[in-house]
T-cell receptor, first 112, second 114 residues
């Protein structure tokens, strides 16, 4: 049981480049989330998906887009990367019955 | 609105010392409360949780009690080990919301010395 997986683990981009962060879960959860973690800021919600085919903005969505490809996969796209998007990105999925979120290992992104 | 305020670190302790990390919250509904732990270079792992007032969550020697009257969920451990060195996050979720998002504190870095 892999839980939540994320790729890549590390990435370095130049300003203006684009990339997609991949996330998949094998726990049959409906809800999935993208967070970013910055020093001294805790985790902040970027986007979430309550179910397959639906996505909504969180508290810091600017500069990002998401796709809920199917129940398992939820990707995060940076169309034109900026240095302010240097961060660690975590994907999570939620077990509604226990109201518990499970996190992936994270992607450490640096934008130069 | 919903928010979590947690004790700022870093916290540095000697092995076998007593640990308390304070966490207070503001919530509009009836939240579930969580402590997550992040070991160096890893993602967040659920450490413990409580879903209603007076519940005590516990795991790996850590405990936290859901105190509605003081809106607190302080993390405690009687005797820390070097392996407990990590960042600890307090969080709440609004169970009444279909969104189910988590609201996190800023995290507390704990370092335990032998």
């Amino acid at each position: 049981n892999a839980g939540v997986t994320q790729t890549p683990k590390f990435q370095v981009l130049k300003t203006g480049q684009s990339m997609t962060l991949q996330c998949a879960q094998d726990m049959n959860h409906n809800s999935m989330y993208w967070y970013r973690q910055d020093p001294g800021m805790g985790l902040r919600l970027i986007y979430y998906s309550a179910s397959e085919g639906t996505t909504d903005k969180g508290e810091v969505p600017n500069g990002y887009n998401v796709s809920r490809l199917n129940k398992r996969e939820f990707s995060l796209r940076l169309e034109s990367a900026a240095p302010s998007q240097t961060s660690v990105y975590f994907c999570a999925s939620r077990d509604r019955g226990s109201d518990t979120q499970y996190f992936g290992p994270g992607t450490r992104l640096t934008v130069l | 609105g919903n928010s979590v305020t947690q004790m700022e670190g870093p916290v540095t302790l000697s092995e076998e010392a007593f640990l308390t990390i304070n966490c207070t919250y503001t919530a509009t509904g009836y939240p579930s409360l969580f402590w997550y732990v992040q070991y160096p270079g890893e993602g967040l792992q659920l450490l413990l949780k409580a879903t209603k007032a007076d519940d005590k969550g516990s795991n790996k020697g850590f405990e936290a009690t859901y105190r509605k009257e003081t809106t607190s969920f302080h993390l405690e451990k009687g005797s820390v080990q070097v392996s407990d060195s990590a960042v600890y996050f307090c969080a709440l979720s609004d169970r009444g919301s279909t969104l189910g998002r988590l609201y996190f504190g800023r995290g507390t870095q704990l370092t335990v010395w032998p």
